[in-house]
């Protein structure tokens, strides 16, 4: 194609938004599908990317570059799905996305939870890339089990068990993978409009009616800053509501880790307590909650969610959904050839554990990948024998850092240093210590 077929010219449109103007309709539809056919360049788009992120985008902006986004690709309907009997009726469907953190394995307990209540789940999860875990890096470690299914497998497993954790298929908004890895390698992944767009683009695209954000605030997570988190929790939700998804939002702590362990099978062994009526009480507390949302929003009231996690209902759905993508629920994790043990300084309270220290120290342990085409893991991370709030004494283990390759210990425990902090008992800061609430706010 030559480029006098373009209706537009990419450096117009990049001047446009260099210099503070609004993008029209039409010019976003075009430079995003030009991206995509690869007749904007590559080092056209980092510039507009760059320009978005200094001078931002409307509200008008975001919707139409979100809509050009999901135009790139298919979009999934589950509207066919029904329930089981005769006289099933249709299905509703809800889905939850994190904005990604540390230690965040509440997909796994929560997709068979709200499958439990008869909504069906289709959670299309990712793998991770840098200091926060990927859910199928996670499910990865349980052996047998396989991320990838077709389409027709995907509504198979929906009707008959109601909950699916697999990868997107690359036909969802195809547009968004090129311009994510693209962001990735320019300094313009922090950009509100781009995440926000981009996280939405692959939601909507995915079909379902109901969608539960959790929005994470703090070191570990993309939003520092509250009024940050806010603002992206405020934009997505938006997009949602425009483009016909019921969509909310919570805004949840990411200064601490969440759980107690951050690597891959030893949150997936961490989740099956939760799933086994145990587990950490901010994991179970989180699950919970999301789903109280998700039912919420499907029409599903007057249940107690908790409940299907102390009678072993939700256990139930896991092992089934488990199964039918080739896992073997019952067969033991990897375990790490080498351990290192780190104890507490002295005896106090524990007021820090830093949410980005950990999920660096388990990234360098092999628990992530660096590149996309980078092996991880699975034995690999961190496990914490203390939160924030906890009395510990001098000596006492603190951190468990677990891998097969031993000669990584030095830079995990590098990233560790002032990732966590004591205050001696009796202190003002050891007696007037009070964590973060792990819920910050709810988002309609
Ligand atoms: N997750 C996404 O899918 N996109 C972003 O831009 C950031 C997080």
Redesign the pocket.
Known sequence: MTRTAEPFDAIEVIRAKRDRQTLTGPQIDWVVDAYTRGVVAEEQMSALAMAILLNGMDRREIARWTNAMIASGERMDFSALRGTGPDAGPKPTADKHS??GVGDKITLPLAPLVAVYGVAVPQLSGRGLGHTGGTLDKLEAIPGWRAELSNAALMDQLSEIGAVICAAGAGLAPADKKL?AL?DVTGT?EAIE??AS??MS?KIAEGTDTLVLDVKCGSGA?MKTEPMARELARTMVDLGRDAGVNTSALLTDMDTPLGLTAGNAIEVTESVEVLAGGGPADVVQLTVELARAMLAGAGVTGVDPAEALADGRAMDVWRRMISAQGGDPDAPMATARESHVITAPESGVLTRLDAMSVGLAAWRLGAGRARKEDPVQAAAGVRMHAKPGDTVQAGQPLLTLLTDTPEQFDRAMAALEGGFEVAGAGTAAADGFAPRPLIIDRID
């Open positions: 904005t990604g994510y962001r992944v781009l995440i981009s996280i692959k993309f």
